[in-house]
């Protein structure tokens, strides 16, 4: 045959590596670590094989731990020892993700980041100081299509009958701020606020500077859907909603062009990292914030994608090491400069 183009004379052995367009390293990911006020021993996490929440007393062990894969950042998350209406223990100077900062950056080289949030202290599980909403289904309600009967087209869920109750932004913004002067007071290297709070960044950006840590940067939740793959997380952190969801603040998963708008507002009000979450199923998104911006853009490969390929790995029906290696390549190859992913120390070891 007299083929002019025969793309497998590149896809031998001794030339792969020399042509290959992705790379993976272990500096290339953080490793979320799970800190628990309300327990002094190690808790497995059911959902999340081999992750554990571990007591402040192993905080530091455990942040050893993930350096010795050759991981060198980690994403710190606590369960406060109580909850209250407007998550107050989250922004306390001895609270469990403070302390757990200082410790670790004393007594390691990590690099801390620290996730800036409220859905894990406030006892409705929201991530703000919440506001009763007007939002009532039935006459004249709107819930989007135009038909009034409370139900989104498609996707089977229907609006809650109730009034409504919403997470109220401005006031939260002030939480926000406190949460973020506290972990920067306490070591933080990086702050990565969560909640898609219109505004949290410009906030929070504010805040630090008037603290004097124009040093820290913001790696912003910038587009953060809702989504249900974060149930083994909210299992994990014990951040889930006491009711309705978060709709009212996250993504709406049908829409693509509104990431753009959204990280562009981020950007604007100086965040240095873009995150996009989640990631297997939302590649589409980082591909498009990797063109439209020249920040570094983050991916977070969520508990839901790590518990998926787990179970299936248990019943047999999947190499986990092959999938997980393929699941991060895959991320970076979107455009993802940087990965948050459970899988950081397996994937880390395998690649030493
Ligand atoms: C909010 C936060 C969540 C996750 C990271 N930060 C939960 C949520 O938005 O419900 C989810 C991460 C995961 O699923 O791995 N503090």
């Excluded at 606590?78 to 209250?84: A, M, R």
């Excluded at 909210?234 to 978060?246: E, I, L, T």
């Excluded at 562009?264 to 063109?291: C, F, N, T, W």
Aim: with cysteine; net charge negative; hydrophobic share 40%.
């Amino acid at each position: 045959m007299d083929l002019t183009h025969r793309p497998r004379r590149l896809r031998q052995d001794r030339v792969r590596g020399l042509v290959s367009e992705t790379s993976l390293e272990p500096t290339d990911l953080i490793a979320p670590v799970f800190v628990d006020a309300t327990t002094d021993e190690r808790v497995p996490i059911e959902s999340m094989p081999g992750h554990e929440r571990v007591p402040l007393e192993d905080a530091v062990a455990r942040v050893e731990e993930v350096r010795e894969t050759g991981v060198e950042a980690v994403m710190l998350f606590g369960v406060p020892e109580t909850k209250d209406v407007d998550g107050t223990r989250a922004w306390a100077e001895d609270g469990v993700v403070q302390e757990a900062t200082r410790r670790i950056s004393r007594e390691t080289d990590a690099y801390v980041v620290t996730d800036v949030c409220l859905c894990e202290y406030t006892d409705h599980g929201h991530c703000g100081t919440l506001e009763s909403g007007l939002q009532e289904t039935g006459e004249g309600s709107d819930d989007g299509d135009g038909n009034g009967d409370g139900h989104l087209p498609g996707n089977g869920h229907s609006l809650p009958d109730e009034p409504s109750i919403t997470v109220d932004n401005d006031a939260t913004l002030e939480s926000l701020r406190k949460i973020a002067v506290s972990h920067a007071d306490a070591g933080a290297d990086m702050v990565a606020p969560s909640g898609m709070i219109d505004g949290m960044v410009g906030a929070i950006r504010e805040a630090l500077d008037d603290a004097d840590h124009e040093h820290v940067p913001i790696m912003s939740y910038a587009a953060k859907y809702e989504s249900a793959f974060y149930g083994p997380f909210r299992d994990a952190a014990d951040g889930a909603p006491a009711f309705g969801d978060r709709r009212h603040y996250q993504m709406d998963p049908a829409n693509r062009r509104e990431a753009v708008r959204e990280v562009s507002h981020d950007v604007e009000q100086g965040a240095d990292v873009l995150m996009v979450k989640p990631a297997l199923p939302y590649l589409d998104i980082v591909a498009d914030v990797r063109r439209e911006f020249d920040h570094p853009v983050a991916a977070y490969n969520v508990s839901g994608e790590y518990a998926m390929l787990h179970a299936a790995a248990e019943k047999g029906w999947l190499d986990l090491e092959a999938v997980a290696l393929e699941s991060l390549l895959s991320i970076k190859r979107a455009g993802a400069d940087l990965i948050l992913t459970y899988f950081a120390e397996d994937v880390a070891s395998e690649l030493a």
